[in-house]
């Protein structure tokens, strides 16, 4: 199972760590999100480095749909229900200042950067659309409806953010790690205050950035009960029309659809990892169906942590964890909040006010539904008297028979069949 990003970039090689070493700023975690932080940390002058226990970019970012948008499904709606209108405005400029950035770096980088127009549909209510164009319209982004959309399903209409974008993450990517201090097959081993021991070294250090996609400290911060993880699946087509924009349903059931050169990126199948899924059968059946001559060339699948507000935790680690730091939960949007994360993180260390932080900091409020669902499921699975069990916390495993694989419905963990990790937060093989 390769991505079409994995599939058509020529990727680094990063030393591993051969020594202890003292730094500035500690990034664990070499995806998009912990190599933005060091690009932009070492653009200010501070020594950092950033480890990574496998490849850069070799997990959550080469399975990504590759979105610059700030157009996050109907997350605004949402926002001003559970964060008020202050840090509604404040996620909504974040990510249109982060889609900025991305157009203005990637002007010297040569990633198939393509501006598009981003559509949110809806198959069945059009008020979900109303609604949130009045949000938008209060937060002063001006939006408009339509309804005629150059997909093979019929739509009651379509929400319409102009000037969005979509690339190639790895060539973006292996662009701006180039000049980092980077180390692969670099594991954390322990995390203590100020100290990270490897496999190959001790790193201290001031500041430590945890971005690894689910962070990897259980006793601060109950991240284990804040965050779940989905899985959902694409395929790349040959010889499907094109579509000429970014479309998302706002169903959590739905299809998203996007060109990438001559191929057309087909996604869905959205569940809790963990949970009984039909993989990239629905979307083969999809296609056989309205674009009968096109050909699967590459299919793949990407694991998102989802929040209980609907915006990402990007801030201090917990109020008791001096110096470190964390970038999760991005909810499926991981290319603009992994800039957010950049920009927020780097004018904390280096103590500066950021306008956008306090929508962000991981302190807030957890008094939301999903909070008493990510519990029972937990509770739930952790009463399971079955084999095997999760190493993380002790949840018993789901076998996921569309990928072969051993998952965990409570925090997302995934193995192989034979017991080896592929997913955190589980930080050893299955038991």
Same mark, same amino acid.
């Not at 850069?56 to 605004?76: D, E, M, P, R, S």
């Not at 399903?153 to 969005?164: D, L, Y």
């Not at 109950?222 to 699946?233: A, I, M, N, P, W």
């Not at 500066?352 to 509770?379: C, I, K, T, W």
């Given at each position: 199972?390769?991505?079409?990003?994995?599939?058509?970039?020529?990727?680094?090689?990063?030393?591993?760590?051969?020594?202890?070493?003292? @730094? /500035?700023? $500690?990034?664990?975690?070499?995806?998009?999100? +912990?190599?933005? %932080?060091?690009?932009?940390? #070492?653009?200010?002058?501070?020594?950092?480095?950033?480890?990574?226990?496998?490849?850069?970019?070799?997990?959550?970012?080469?399975?990504?749909?590759?979105?610059?948008?700030?157009?996050?499904?109907?997350?605004?709606?949402?926002?001003?229900?559970?964060?008020?209108?202050?840090?509604?405005?404040?996620?909504?400029?974040?990510?249109?200042?982060?889609?900025?950035?991305?157009?203005?770096?990637?002007?010297?980088?040569?990633?198939?950067?393509?501006?598009?127009?981003?559509?949110?549909?809806?198959?069945?209510?059009?008020?979900?659309?109303?609604?949130?164009?009045?949000?938008?319209?209060?937060?002063?982004?001006?939006?408009?409806? @339509? /309804?005629? $959309?150059?997909?093979?399903?019929?739509?009651? +209409?379509?929400? %319409?953010?102009?000037?969005? #974008?979509?690339?190639?993450?790895?060539?973006?990517?292996?662009?701006?790690?180039?000049?980092?201090?980077?180390?692969?097959?670099?594991?954390?081993?322990?995390?203590?205050?100020?100290?990270?021991?490897?496999?190959?070294?001790?790193?201290?250090?001031?500041?430590?950035?945890?971005?690894?996609?689910?962070?990897?400290?259980?006793?601060?911060?109950?991240?284990?009960?804040?965050?779940?993880?989905?899985?959902?699946?694409?395929?790349?087509?040959?010889?499907?029309?094109?579509?000429?924009?970014?479309?998302?349903?706002?169903?959590?059931?739905?299809?998203?659809?996007?060109?990438?050169?001559?191929?057309?990126?087909?996604?869905?199948?959205?569940?809790?990892?963990?949970?009984?899924?039909?993989?990239?059968?629905?979307?083969?059946?999809?296609? #056989?169906?309205?674009?009968?001559?096109?050909?699967?060339?590459?299919?793949?699948?990407?694991?998102?942590?989802?929040?209980?507000?609907?915006?990402?935790?990007?801030?201090?680690?917990?109020?008791?964890?001096?110096?470190?730091?964390?970038?999760?939960?991005?909810?499926?949007?991981?290319?603009?909040?992994?800039?957010?994360?950049?920009?927020?993180?780097?004018?904390?260390?280096?103590?500066?006010?950021?306008?956008?932080?306090?929508?962000?900091?991981?302190?807030?409020?957890?008094?939301?539904?999903?909070?008493?669902?990510?519990?029972?499921?937990?509770?739930?699975?952790?009463?399971?008297?079955?084999?095997?069990?999760?190493?993380?916390?002790?949840?018993?495993?789901?076998?996921?028979?569309?990928?072969?694989?051993?998952?965990?419905?409570?925090?997302?963990?995934?193995?192989?069949?034979?017991?080896?990790?592929?997913?955190?937060?589980?930080?050893?093989?299955?038991?």
């Amino acid at each position: 199972m390769e991505s079409l990003w994995s599939g058509t970039a020529n990727m680094h090689q990063f030393p591993s760590l051969r020594r202890s070493m003292k @730094v /500035d700023v $500690l990034i664990i975690g070499g995806g998009l999100a +912990g190599l933005l %932080c060091a690009y932009q940390l #070492a653009k200010e002058g501070v020594d950092c480095i950033v480890v990574e226990e496998r490849r850069i970019c070799g997990g959550i970012t080469q399975n990504t749909t590759a979105k610059i948008t700030a157009q996050h499904g109907l997350v605004y709606q949402k926002l001003m229900k559970k964060l008020g209108e202050e840090r509604s405005r404040q996620y909504l400029q974040a990510q249109l200042a982060a889609g900025e950035e991305y157009r203005e770096l990637c002007k010297q980088i040569n990633c198939d950067y393509e501006e598009k127009l981003s559509y949110v549909y809806t198959t069945t209510d059009l008020k979900k659309l109303e609604q949130e164009q009045r949000v938008l319209d209060t937060l002063g982004h001006p939006t408009e409806i @339509v /309804d005629d $959309l150059p997909l093979p399903i019929t739509v009651k +209409g379509a929400i %319409c953010f102009g000037n969005q #974008a979509q690339f190639h993450p790895l060539k973006f990517a292996m662009k701006i790690a180039k000049n980092l201090r980077v180390y692969e097959h670099t594991k954390v081993l322990e995390l203590g205050k100020h100290i990270a021991v490897t496999n190959h070294g001790t790193v201290r250090a001031k500041h430590i950035i945890i971005a690894t996609h689910f962070p990897m400290l259980n006793k601060h911060g109950s991240y284990f009960l804040k965050l779940y993880q989905e899985r959902s699946y694409v395929l790349a087509l040959r010889d499907a029309p094109q579509v000429d924009g970014m479309y998302v349903d706002e169903s959590k059931d739905g299809l998203s659809f996007r060109n990438a050169g001559e191929y057309l990126i087909l996604g869905g199948g959205s569940k809790r990892t963990g949970k009984k899924t039909t993989g990239w059968q629905e979307l083969e059946d999809f296609a #056989a169906q309205h674009y009968p001559k096109a050909k699967p060339a590459f299919r793949w699948a990407a694991q998102d942590c989802m929040t209980l507000d609907g915006s990402a935790y990007i801030g201090p680690y917990s109020a008791n964890t001096a110096g470190l730091y964390v970038a999760t939960g991005f909810n499926k949007w991981g290319m603009t909040n992994s800039m957010v994360a950049s920009h927020i993180l780097t004018d904390r260390i280096l103590g500066r006010d950021n306008p956008y932080a306090p929508a962000f900091d991981p302190s807030r409020s957890v008094f939301h539904l999903q909070l008493a669902a990510n519990a029972g499921e937990s509770m739930l699975n952790l009463l399971t008297p079955t084999v095997p069990r999760c190493p993380h916390l002790g949840c018993a495993l789901k076998y996921n028979a569309q990928e072969r694989t051993w998952d965990c419905p409570c925090h997302g963990s995934r193995f192989t069949e034979t017991g080896k990790r592929i997913d955190n937060p589980a930080t050893d093989d299955k038991r």
